[in-house]
């Protein structure tokens, strides 16, 4: 994870903060480290924020705030499990909701987002990424878990994702 987060970083010339964080118990002797991991991508002047938190959590968020847009750019995208993937008539893990029709093609043929469904089918990926108005703004916000092997491979496509929908929305 240090070796992808110094190298995304190196590429596009970005904030990297790497930190460790020591929980547990003193009288026990029982303790769990817990590593932080964080970039700030400047894109057309709005920041991507990522956070990968491996330890206790393993879990990961990346956020944007855009101007705030029409209420039908809401979107959610999110994923089926493997299991009711099996007993369902649509066999596509990505469930996008969208009421804006060229929001939804856009989803559909954007190339990041193609390898996104891909990951998913292949790995036990599940982000649920939402864009919508909150206090004035436009946020996108991608949370997902990483108790999985390929999660080394999500991160450039969620990027270019959130740099596509950043080039789509201003």
Do not use: W
Request: charged residues 30%; proline residues 2%; aromatic residues 8%.
């Amino acid at each position: 994870m240090h070796d992808l987060f110094t190298n995304i970083a190196e590429e596009e010339n970005c904030e990297l903060y790497i930190g460790d964080e020591k929980f547990g118990d003193k009288l026990r002797g029982t303790f769990i480290v817990e590593s932080t991991y964080q970039l700030k991508i400047n894109d057309k002047n709005k920041n991507i924020l990522i956070q990968h938190t491996l330890g206790a959590h393993e879990m990961a968020e990346i956020t944007v705030e855009l101007p705030k847009q029409s209420d039908s750019m809401k979107f959610t995208i999110a994923t089926k499990s493997h299991i009711s993937t099996l007993f369902s008539r649509n066999k596509d893990r990505v469930k996008i909701t969208c009421k804006n029709l060229s929001s939804a093609k856009f989803f559909e043929e954007n190339d990041s987002m193609k390898l996104i469904r891909a990951i998913c089918i292949e790995a036990e990926f599940e982000p649920y990424i939402t864009g919508s108005n909150e206090n004035g703004s436009f946020k996108i916000r991608t949370d997902y878990h990483l108790l999985f092997e390929q999660r080394n491979l999500v991160l450039r496509p969620l990027i270019n994702l959130c740099k596509a929908l950043i080039n789509r929305l201003l």
